[in-house]
């Protein structure tokens, strides 16, 4: 006898070898074709779709699993069908209830494998700028540039009470000299803060 075209996906999980929660997990990942009645999987093009998708790291564990198969079923007859099965093609619910996600989209292990192996070298990446002095906290870089605006603030607000007396009195060209002295003075308050700011964060 041939293999059955139609399984429920706890019988396509001990198909494979596996458990048969196993079917849930594939489903899970959307590595089943389902048939139209929305509950049985299409065996041949199901198998086709796990092995397209499979971890080519665990080809031993698959070929253990299959060898184990052979010899448990070396006529490749169907696996019996149970009660989880007949109810499913009566359209009843199975007893065992499907995982959350039912959807079917196919799953593509290599392109998230290789998103998970791009994220894992870009935090290696940041580790060693920031090691390196390189790289700072978001926070601490929105943390210094509120203590540079707070003295630059601090340092304009105390001009209206420090300056008028000395710009009495005074010509042009003095108070020229006398306001460019001033701004002078605050942009080196402001570089020299940030200066130990930024030594402290390399220290830390």
Same mark, same amino acid.
């Given at each position: 006898?041939?293999?059955?075209?139609?399984?429920?996906?706890? @019988?396509?999980? $001990?198909?494979? *070898?596996?458990? &048969? =929660?196993?079917?849930?997990?594939?489903?899970?990942?959307?590595?089943?074709?389902?048939?139209?009645? *929305?509950? !049985?999987?299409?065996?041949?093009?199901?198998? #086709? &779709?796990?092995?397209?998708?499979?971890?080519?790291?665990?080809?031993?564990?698959?070929?253990?699993?299959?060898? !184990? &198969?052979?010899?448990? !079923?070396?006529?490749n007859q169907p696996v019996a069908r149970t009660d989880t099965a007949q109810a499913a093609t009566q359209n009843v619910a199975p007893s065992e209830p499907p995982p959350e996600d039912s959807s079917n989209t196919q799953y593509d292990f290599q392109?998230?494998?290789?998103?998970?192996?791009?994220?894992?070298?870009? &935090?290696?990446?940041?580790?060693?700028?920031?090691?390196?002095?390189?790289?700072?906290?978001?926070? $601490?870089?929105? $943390?210094?540039?509120? @203590?540079?605006?707070? =003295?630059?603030?601090?340092?304009?607000? #105390?001009?209206?009470? =420090? +300056?008028?007396?000395?710009?009495? *009195? +005074? @010509?042009?060209?003095?108070?020229? =000299?006398?306001?460019? @002295?001033?701004?002078?003075?605050?942009?080196?308050? +402001?570089?020299?803060? +940030? *200066?130990?700011? $930024?030594?402290?964060?390399?220290?830390?």
């Open positions: 006898m041939s293999t059955p075209s139609v399984m429920s996906i706890p @019988d396509f999980g $001990a198909y494979l *070898g596996h458990g &048969r =929660t196993y079917g849930y997990q594939l489903q899970k990942e959307g590595r089943l074709v389902m048939a139209d009645d *929305g509950v !049985n999987v299409l065996v041949v093009q199901s198998e #086709a &779709r796990v092995r397209a998708t499979q971890d080519p790291s665990k080809a031993g564990v698959r070929e253990r699993h299959a060898k !184990n &198969r052979r010899a448990k !079923n070396p006529q392109g998230a494998k290789a998103k998970r192996e791009h994220w894992a070298a870009e &935090r290696e990446h940041a580790q060693y700028l920031k090691e390196a002095g390189e790289l700072m906290e978001r926070s $601490a870089v929105v $943390a210094a540039f509120a @203590d540079a605006g707070a =003295t630059l603030r601090s340092g304009l607000e #105390a001009w209206q009470v =420090t +300056l008028p007396p000395q710009l009495v *009195g +005074l @010509d042009e060209s003095a108070i020229r =000299t006398t306001l460019a @002295d001033q701004v002078e003075r605050l942009l080196h308050d +402001l570089v020299d803060k +940030l *200066g130990r700011m $930024a030594e402290q964060d390399k220290a830390a």
